[in-house]
């Protein structure tokens, strides 16, 4: 069903980037949907009862999803909305009056908040096409699924035979929510086989039997010592084969305490109905490229607070969910953090305020690489210009003089468009704009810093939405501890000192002796 609109087309574009494995990270998802939200606090207020979330926290996360309700068509409209919102703002204690009507409220705008935004979208003044696009995504991965399906889904879309309008994407998008989870068969395999003394459980099976259901299915002859055949429920195989990383997390946690002999899991797991191996883990791409542009990868005389920060970072990308969580809030906390803190909350809006400086050279970046590309072989001589240019910060100073002087960039993919558009709202407006990008930030990064204390607190290793926090919180740590190792390779600043810088240039942007967009923490 191919956009028989512009309206429809950008929406599509800006869905993709959103959920799109490989985008850039000022392109994707940071948030979840309001539904999720909603659940969220729900946790959080029976984490504050248990004693493992302060009332503060609990406090801060209601008051953020009240202002999220504000912005959100699904939220409902009149008196209910006023009532919502009012609520949201009052003590909200597990078990309490307010407590149970949050629960029915949960409950209601579950039902009907994708509704509520068919009919927006067939207004003759509908939403901004970001803000359907953004709770399009947001809800769908709030509701479990896999970015990689949906990615996957929104082409379907785009690339089938009938006309689609808005009205009907969100349609497609009900009925793809109605969808119950379904029974995946995953397999699991060994590199090494379990010492003989260990029961085998139900889900046992040799290697010839693994052998055997592996080639039924099309995934021809894989070295293995036997595996565990689970039955998952999940909304696509993407995310069955997440689920099925958690338990081969479990087992290896078992076995790291339990016995002198590990188990050793190979890191794919085999799905049924989807043609090739999936990871169990897709990377969460917290990247810190600053090691590698100052050419600081294999020093070995780098130590001390910001190295060691650096060694905690990276379980972001490779440790499970609870231990992530953990080492890479530590990594945050360990730098951000100082004298007078009365909250260590401070340092994900501290964080925060570093990735809204980074987010316009990203963009304005990834802008001035999209135009070279649209190019192709045929290049002409905006793109040769861009192309000869000796570094990045050359090609968005470049693109950013022509947002500024109204340069016709002859961009053509909606997803360009659409970031030039948010690029023309910042030069009109910079200090609103980047407050706005800060705000963002500040919302996932909270939710990474309360889901690391449901784990530290409370001992919870599962949380409602700790694998989803880290998988949209991780580039924006990523991100800011890009800045922070850049500033002390090349300039010897501290990270206070940037934290600082960052809050000040926010709040200056667009005035007189204020530094170019492109060089905010510089």
Not at 98 to 124: F, G, K, P
Not at 507 to 514: D, E, F
């Amino acid at each position: 069903m191919p956009p028989s609109d512009n309206y429809t087309r950008e929406v599509l574009a800006r869905f993709g980037d959103f959920v799109g494995p490989g985008a850039q990270w000022q392109r994707r998802l940071w948030n979840v949907g309001l539904v999720a939200a909603l659940r969220e606090l729900r946790e959080a207020a029976d984490a504050a009862q248990a004693g493992a979330l302060s009332k503060a926290a609990c406090k801060g996360l209601a008051l953020s999803t009240e202002q999220q309700s504000a912005n959100d068509p699904g939220a409902g409209e009149g008196h209910a909305l006023l009532r919502l919102r009012a609520l949201l703002r009052e003590d909200l204690t597990a078990g309490g009056a307010n407590y149970q009507e949050l629960i029915a409220w949960t409950d209601e705008i579950e039902h009907d908040y994708l509704h509520r935004w068919q009919r927006a979208v067939a207004e003759q003044d509908p939403p901004e096409r970001e803000q359907l696009a953004r709770a399009l995504g947001m809800h769908l991965v709030g509701a479990g699924f896999s970015m990689p399906f949906l990615r996957r889904w929104a082409r379907s879309l785009a690339e089938g035979e009938d006309p689609l309008d808005a009205p009907r994407l969100v349609a497609e998008t009900i009925e793809l929510s109605k969808l119950p989870l379904r029974r995946f068969d995953v397999v699991l395999t060994f590199e090494k086989p379990p010492p003989r003394r260990f029961a085998r459980p139900p889900e046992w099976r040799t290697a010839r039997q693994i052998s055997a259901w592996l080639s039924a299915r099309g995934f021809g002859s894989v070295r293995q010592h036997g595996g565990l055949l689970l039955t998952i429920e999940a909304r696509d195989s993407h995310a069955a084969a997440h689920a099925s990383g958690d338990v081969a997390d479990r087992l290896r946690a078992r076995a790291s305490v339990g016995t002198r002999d590990g188990l050793l899991l190979q890191p794919t797991s085999y799905v049924s109905g989807h043609p090739e191996p999936l990871p169990q883990r897709t990377s969460r791409r917290a990247e810190v490229r600053a090691l590698e542009r100052e050419d600081a990868l294999l020093r070995l005389d780098q130590e001390g607070p910001l190295d060691q920060s650096l060694e905690l970072l990276s379980h972001l990308n490779v440790s499970p969910d609870a231990v992530a969580a953990a080492a890479g809030w530590s990594a945050v906390e360990s730098l951000l953090s100082g004298p007078g803190d009365e909250e260590k909350l401070i340092t994900a809006d501290r964080l925060a305020g570093l990735v809204a400086c980074s987010w316009p050279r990203a963009e304005l970046t990834t802008i001035a690489w999209a135009r070279i590309y649209q190019a192709g072989k045929h290049p002409d001589a905006l793109a040769d210009e861009l192309r000869g240019y000796a570094t990045n910060r050359q090609r968005a100073d470049r693109v950013l003089r022509a947002v500024v002087d109204g340069e016709d960039l002859q961009l053509s993919r909606p997803a360009e468009l659409l970031a030039l558009k948010r690029m023309q709202r910042l030069t009109r407006s910079p200090r609103e704009q980047l407050l706005a990008v800060q705000r963002h930030a500040v919302g996932s990064l909270r939710r990474l810093y309360r889901q690391r204390n449901l784990v530290l607190h409370g001992g919870q290793t599962a949380g409602f939405n700790l694998s989803t926090a880290l998988m949209l919180a991780a580039p924006l740590v990523g991100a800011g501890m890009d800045r922070l190792t850049h500033a002390a390779l090349v300039d010897g600043r501290s990270p206070s000192e940037m934290a600082a810088r960052a809050k000040l240039e926010i709040h200056r942007a667009g005035t007189v002796g204020a530094p170019a967009l492109t060089a905010l923490l510089e």
